[in-house]
């Protein structure tokens, strides 16, 4: 069964500051990652995704983030926060066979606070 | 092109009663994907359907349903509604079909469900 686990509930930083959310899954076959950001009352606004190639994918925002299969990762970075980047954000792992047609596996969100 | 669409957008109903939420994805997406989304559960997986069939389903009980039409238009249907039903509702539509390949989902807004 596939997992995705985000280490950090609740992370604060100031602004133009750099960020790194983490992001753990666990899945048996290839990957496909994504990052997703989610502001309050609104659906989920896609940031990034990994299928396969470069293992450093750039996404909107000027967001990106690693995978590292050695280290079942999938991080997602920002050189320098803006105040608009407050929200939550959520990782999520899919597949698509069998069992896991159209299924994305979410981890449980970090919210994110920007300090001015 | 016009994004995911869901409505109602907010929903107030009473225990007992049924609801029915309807999701138009983006055109040329055949594929729709149902989650709930709670603070203490998070995001999860309700079913998805492509071309008018339900190929996945997610562990949730059988008041929980869906279909799909030939348009790609999707509905849910949630039966004797309970408190803990409350929650944000969000439909994902892509362009994923009978291949390995799971396909970038692209959420709607939500529809916010109240139960009194």
């Known amino acids: 069964a596939q997992s995705v686990t985000q280490p950090d509930i609740h992370i604060t930083v100031s602004e133009g500051a750099s960020l790194e959310l983490r992001c753990n899954y666990s899945y048996g076959a290839t990957p496909y990652l994504f990052w997703y950001v989610q502001s309050p009352g609104q659906g989920l606004q896609l940031l990034l995704k990994?299928?396969?190639?470069?293992?450093l994918v750039q996404g909107i925002k000027g967001f990106e983030a690693e995978f590292k299969r050695s280290q079942s990762s999938f991080n997602l970075r920002k050189p320098s926060v803006h105040w608009s980047d407050a929200a939550e954000y959520f990782c999520?792992?899919?597949?698509?066979?069998?069992?896991?047609?159209?299924?994305?596996?979410f981890g449980q969100g970090t919210i994110l606070t920007v300090h001015p | 092109k016009a994004g995911v669409t869901q409505t109602p957008r907010y929903l107030i109903k009473t225990r007992g009663q049924q609801v029915t939420l309807s999701c138009s994805p983006i055109?040329?997406?055949?594929?729709v994907s149902w989650y709930q989304q709670t603070p203490g559960q998070g995001l999860q997986f309700l079913f998805e359907?492509?071309?008018?069939?339900?190929?996945n389903k997610g562990n949730f009980p059988g008041r929980f349903s869906g279909r799909q039409f030939s348009n790609s238009r999707s509905e849910m249907n949630v039966s004797t509604l309970e408190l803990g039903d409350s929650a944000l509702y969000l439909c994902?539509?892509?362009?994923?079909?009978?291949?390995?390949?799971?396909?970038?989902?692209?959420f709607g807004p939500g529809t916010r469900l109240l139960v009194l």
């Open positions: 999520a792992v899919g597949a698509q066979s069998g069992t896991s047609y159209g299924k994305l596996t």
């Open positions: 994902a539509s892509s362009l994923a079909s009978g291949g390995s390949h799971p396909g970038t989902q692209y």
């Open positions: 990994y299928f396969s190639g470069d293992t």
């Open positions: 359907y492509f071309s008018e069939t339900q190929r």
């Open positions: 055109s040329g997406h055949r594929s």
